[in-house]
């Protein structure tokens, strides 16, 4: 069945955004969600669809933007140690900028919006971990600062969660997450391939 989203409501463009013509915003791949307490449902395929992403922006020649959550000395998200550095896959390369944030939406508090307007481009494309928190967030902020987002969905991953009221499968908030991104804050593309 159909649905009519705000996106259409609003009349906004559809249209995914093209590699060439876009800032590429990769969140949150860092080691700390491949293993232990914070290791998400299906981050190996997630993480190789982001290093195949990563691949074809830099030969597209997007300017591409790494961000990192910091949460600081002895946690599972301690950038200064192994367990919270970016996974070797995707590893910066010379030239790409490394964001470091501290709440979801890796525009608050960050010189991210910085990195964007420099480089020129409306539109951002944005894969990453977790795609129910950083992903949904960051393409807020995106869509609110007036950025075009496009998200790429099998580049994302997430784990299950409960809650007083149900438990929720990886599957099913990952999913969510990007009907959320899809009815207003930006376009959800299935895979790299889907780019233009």
Not at 131 to 143: L, P, S
Not at 146 to 174: I, K, Y
């Amino acid at each position: 069945m159909a649905t009519t989203t705000l996106r259409d409501l609003n009349g906004f463009d559809q249209t995914p955004a093209s590699l060439a013509g876009s800032t590429l915003i990769l969140i949150d791949y860092q080691n700390t969600y491949t293993r232990g307490v914070m290791e998400l449902a299906g981050w190996q395929a997630a993480l190789d669809a982001g290093a195949e992403l990563l691949a074809r922006a830099r030969r597209a020649g997007a300017t591409v933007v790494h961000v990192v959550n910091d949460g600081g000395a002895g946690t599972p998200y301690d950038i200064r140690e192994e367990i919270g550095q970016i996974h070797p896959k995707v590893a910066p390369a010379e030239g790409e900028a490394v964001v470091v944030k501290q709440v979801p939406n890796a525009f608050h508090d960050t010189d991210l919006a910085t990195h964007v307007d420099a480089a020129g481009n409306k539109d951002v494309i944005i894969a990453g971990f977790m795609t129910h928190m950083c992903v949904v967030f960051t393409a807020q902020g995106a869509f609110l600062r007036g950025n075009r987002p496009t998200v790429v969905a099998d580049a994302c991953a997430t784990r299950p969660l409960g809650s007083a009221v149900a438990e929720v499968s990886a599957e099913q908030l990952h999913l969510g997450a990007l009907a959320t991104i899809e009815d207003l804050y930006g376009v959800v593309v299935p895979s790299t391939a889907d780019l233009g």
